[in-house]
């Protein structure tokens, strides 16, 4: 028996974890203020962004130890194999944490680097999901999910970069938020900066571009419910018209590092 174990990060709700059955989902821990969290389903964050806009520091920490060692020893006990799969390791130290608790724990444990973050890793916790439920060996779906992560992509903007700066995440001078001018970025392991963008349409047209025609799954994620993304769906339904765009609202961990108004698309390419 295959369970797969990911980060908050992934964005399921709730019942999405309980439908997928095998799926067990660790907190990753964030601080508002005085305050410390740990992020839960997508359903069960209550209203963290009014705490945001008015309370600092907000920060954001790897998943406890124990998290790890109590979710991997009562998998182990029930006689699962384990494929863990986390938040790229460029942006977290929950891949590091994983492992030594992996290794602290014993058994079959298998630790993967996602290389990618929310929904990117649902993206690719969704592939691993389906595989094991197919009845695919942990061994095949381990090398199927070196060659997936080559696949997912993530391009996104935010409306100001001082949240994504203050948490260490980038450090690139070109990238300008003024009155007219909105950053660009693809994720990919690490985030890099693609270019700035002249008002909204540019924005738009600008990710629309960066992704694939041979894309078969799309999100699009915001940071907000309030935050306008229906010209960029529409767009993407215009270049991907058989592709559902699947739609997503971030957690607290991700809004943290982008900040209100944020949003982006995650993609993943045909075989």
């Given at each position: 028996?295959?369970?797969?174990?990911?980060?908050?990060?992934?964005?399921?709700?709730?019942?999405?974890?309980?439908?997928?059955?095998?799926?067990?989902?660790?907190?990753?821990?964030?601080?508002?203020?005085?305050?410390?969290?740990?992020?839960?389903?997508?359903?069960?964050?209550?209203?963290?962004?009014?705490?945001?806009?008015?309370?600092?520091?907000?920060?954001?920490?790897?998943?406890?130890?124990?998290?790890?060692?109590?979710?991997?020893?009562?998998?182990?006990?029930?006689?699962?194999?384990?494929?863990?799969?986390?938040?790229?390791?460029?942006?977290?130290?929950?891949?590091?944490?994983?492992?030594f608790?992996?290794?602290?724990?014993?058994?079959?444990?298998?630790?993967?680097d996602?290389?990618?973050?929310?929904?990117?890793?649902?993206?690719?916790?969704?592939?691993?999901?389906?595989?094991?439920?197919?009845?695919?060996?942990?061994?095949?779906?381990?090398?199927?999910?070196?060659?997936?992560?080559?696949?997912?992509?993530?391009?996104?903007?935010?409306?100001?970069?001082?949240?994504?700066?203050?948490?260490?995440?980038?450090?690139?001078?070109?990238?300008?938020?003024?009155?007219?001018?909105?950053?660009?970025?693809?994720?990919?392991?690490?985030?890099?900066?693609?270019?700035?963008?002249?008002?909204?349409?540019?924005?738009?047209?600008?990710m629309?571009?960066c992704?694939p025609?041979?894309?078969?799954?799309?999100?699009?994620?915001?940071?907000?419910?309030?935050?306008?993304?229906?010209?960029?769906?529409?767009?993407?339904?215009?270049?991907?018209?058989?592709?559902?765009?699947?739609?997503?609202?971030?957690?607290?961990?991700?809004?943290?590092?982008?900040?209100?108004?944020?949003?982006?698309?995650?993609y993943?390419?045909?075989?």
């Amino acid at each position: 028996m295959i369970a797969i174990v990911t980060d908050s990060t992934v964005g399921y709700s709730t019942e999405e974890v309980a439908t997928r059955g095998i799926v067990t989902v660790v907190p990753v821990n964030y601080q508002i203020g005085r305050t410390l969290y740990e992020e839960y389903a997508s359903d069960r964050n209550g209203s963290f962004l009014p705490l945001m806009e008015r309370q600092s520091p907000c920060k954001t920490a790897q998943p406890s130890l124990g998290n790890f060692l109590r979710v991997f020893s009562g998998l182990v006990e029930r006689g699962y194999e384990v494929i863990c799969i986390v938040l790229s390791s460029a942006l977290s130290g929950t891949y590091s944490s994983a492992c030594f608790a992996a290794d602290q724990v014993g058994g079959s444990i298998h630790v993967v680097d996602s290389s990618t973050i929310g929904p990117g890793l649902h993206l690719l916790v969704d592939e691993a999901v389906n595989m094991a439920k197919g009845g695919f060996s942990a061994e095949v779906i381990l090398r199927n999910l070196e060659g997936l992560k080559k696949k997912i992509g993530i391009v996104f903007t935010v409306e100001s970069l001082d949240r994504i700066v203050y948490g260490g995440r980038l450090n690139d001078p070109k990238a300008k938020t003024t009155l007219n001018l909105r950053p660009v970025f693809e994720l990919k392991g690490k985030i890099r900066f693609l270019g700035n963008a002249r008002g909204a349409r540019e924005r738009i047209e600008q990710m629309s571009a960066c992704i694939p025609q041979s894309a078969r799954r799309i999100i699009v994620s915001r940071c907000g419910a309030d935050t306008d993304v229906a010209e960029l769906t529409q767009a993407l339904k215009s270049c991907h018209p058989t592709v559902y765009i699947h739609q997503r609202v971030m957690g607290p961990v991700l809004s943290i590092h982008t900040g209100i108004g944020a949003f982006g698309v995650a993609y993943v390419v045909k075989e």
